[in-house]
């Protein structure tokens, strides 16, 4: 039976942020791309992706000390047509591409109205949001969409195709934000092994077996199934169309996953962002006037059962305050790893027997 809360370990918001950042500085990143790493990393905990948060820290440092990931990458602009560009990551962290594609698409959208900045020779790089959301909070809309490693059959299909290939969409911020960041599957990956390991069960819809026919036991899935059927794989095609397809990079089959990939060499995973200026089409104050009206229309909308109605972005804002002032929890095997990390480093980590929400 599952409860609100359990036992077991946390970390406190600035104990997390100072420990994925010198966890990065040992790995020989530079001191202020640590702390964004890190930032992002936290941020991402805090508001309840815990798939895309402190729990990829571990894999990032492997990546890091195998060489698949460069410590000190020189990501450079290869193609410059004043609002398109390509950026080469050499190989650096996905989070510090993605964070230089949307420092130029900001900048550039300042100037043109819309910007569009694709990413090649990049590594994982997280929560898309972490991306739309560095451009919301500048007034700009921003969309991210990023390849990834092949963990869903296609529509019909028997064997992993695509990769969980997410969409994010983010404008406005506080109370008035709007944060879609969602996958083209059902669930990603690690929510599965997040589940295989507490021996329970999947949600209806989720996965398939090596036959390709729907399973709830998550020690027989072996690929996630398209959201919303074919509806779902046709996303998951667009995003490989941005993601790879426009950026140069090899298809979502061709990916080696998180921490599989080749030692030295990068992952070749791309990305794409997008940012528009809403001064650029019918103006700042009349989009905020209407992101308003679409936020308070929906949220305002009368639910089924007492239930509320929510908007894209409200359950992580909620998560956001409460772990805040609870600490974010962790996985028994992500407390373990930075338990360990903390102790190498002889700085504070999590806290273990705590009673902490789930979610």
Same mark, same amino acid.
């Given at each position: 039976?599952?409860?609100?809360?359990?036992?077991g370990?946390?970390?406190?918001e600035?104990?997390?942020?100072?420990?994925?950042?010198?966890? =990065?500085?040992?790995?020989?990143v +530079?001191g202020t791309?640590?702390?964004?790493?890190? #930032?992002?990393?936290?941020d991402?905990?805090?508001r309840g992706?815990?798939?895309?948060g402190?729990?990829?820290?571990?894999?990032?440092?492997?990546? @890091?000390?195998?060489?698949?990931?460069?410590?000190k990458?020189?990501?450079?602009?290869?193609?410059?047509r004043?609002?398109? @560009?390509?950026?080469?990551?050499?190989?650096a @962290?996905?989070?510090?591409?993605?964070?230089?594609?949307?420092?130029?698409?900001?900048?550039r959208a300042?100037s043109?109205?819309?910007a569009?900045?694709?990413?090649?020779?990049?590594?994982?790089f997280?929560?898309?949001?972490?991306?739309?959301?560095?451009?919301?909070?500048?007034?700009?809309?921003?969309l991210?969409?990023?390849?990834?490693?092949?963990?869903v059959? +296609?529509f019909?299909?028997?064997?992993?195709l695509? %990769?969980?290939?997410?969409?994010?969409?983010?404008?406005?911020g506080?109370?008035?934000?709007?944060?879609?960041?969602?996958?083209?599957?059902?669930?990603?990956?690690?929510?599965i092994?997040? $589940? $295989?390991?507490?021996?329970?069960?999947?949600?209806p819809?989720?996965?398939?077996?090596v036959?390709? $026919?729907?399973?709830e036991?998550?020690g027989?899935a072996?690929a996630?199934?398209?959201?919303?059927g074919?509806?779902?794989?046709?996303?998951a095609?667009a995003?490989? @169309?941005?993601?790879?397809?426009?950026?140069?990079?090899?298809? #979502?089959?061709?990916?080696?996953?998180? %921490?599989e990939?080749?030692?030295?060499?990068?992952?070749?995973?791309?990305?794409?962002?997008?940012? =528009?200026?809403?001064?650029?089409?019918t %103006?700042?104050?009349?989009f905020?006037?209407?992101?308003?009206e679409?936020?308070?229309?929906?949220?305002?909308?009368p639910g089924s059962?007492g239930?509320a109605? =929510?908007?894209?972005? #409200?359950?992580?804002?909620?998560?956001?305050l409460?772990?805040?002032a609870?600490?974010i929890p962790l996985?028994?095997?992500?407390a373990?790893l930075?338990?360990?990390?903390?102790?190498?480093?002889?700085?504070p980590?999590?806290?273990?027997?705590?009673?902490?929400p789930? $979610?």
């Open positions: 039976m599952t409860t609100d809360s359990w036992t370990a946390m970390i406190e600035s104990t997390a942020r100072t420990l994925a950042a010198a966890a =990065l500085i040992a790995a020989d +530079p791309n640590a702390r964004r790493v890190a #930032d992002a990393l936290v991402t905990s805090l992706i815990d798939t895309h402190l729990r990829l820290l571990p894999q990032y440092l492997d990546e @890091l000390a195998s060489g698949v990931a460069k410590a990458a020189d990501i450079t602009v290869v193609q410059d004043g609002a398109g @560009l390509l950026l080469d990551a050499d190989g @962290l996905g989070v510090l591409a993605g964070l230089a594609a949307a420092g130029y698409a900001a900048e300042a043109f109205g819309v569009a900045v694709g990413v090649r020779a990049s590594n994982h997280g929560a898309a949001s972490v991306y739309t959301r560095r451009l919301a909070r500048e007034g700009l809309i921003g991210a969409v990023t390849s990834a490693a092949s963990r059959a +296609p019909n299909g028997v064997e992993p695509f %990769g969980t290939n997410p969409i994010s969409v983010a404008a406005g506080d109370e008035r934000e709007f944060v879609l960041d969602m996958a083209t599957s059902q669930v990603c990956f690690g929510e092994k997040q $589940r $295989r390991s507490e021996g329970r069960g999947l949600d819809g989720w996965a398939t077996d036959n390709g $026919r729907p399973t036991d998550a027989e072996t996630l199934s398209p959201l919303g074919y509806k779902g794989q046709g996303l095609m995003v490989t @169309l941005l993601g790879a397809v426009l950026t140069g990079m090899p298809p #979502d089959w061709r990916l080696s996953q998180v %921490g990939g080749t030692p030295g060499r990068p992952r070749q995973v791309g990305h794409f962002v997008l940012a =528009l200026d809403p001064a650029a089409f %103006g700042e104050e009349q905020t006037a209407g992101l308003g679409l936020l308070d229309t929906v949220r305002e909308a059962a239930t109605v =929510l908007a894209p972005g #409200d359950p992580q804002r909620a998560h956001e409460r772990r805040r609870t600490g996985d028994g095997r992500t373990e930075l338990a360990a990390c903390a102790e190498r480093l002889e700085i980590g999590p806290v273990t027997g705590q009673e902490v789930r $979610r």
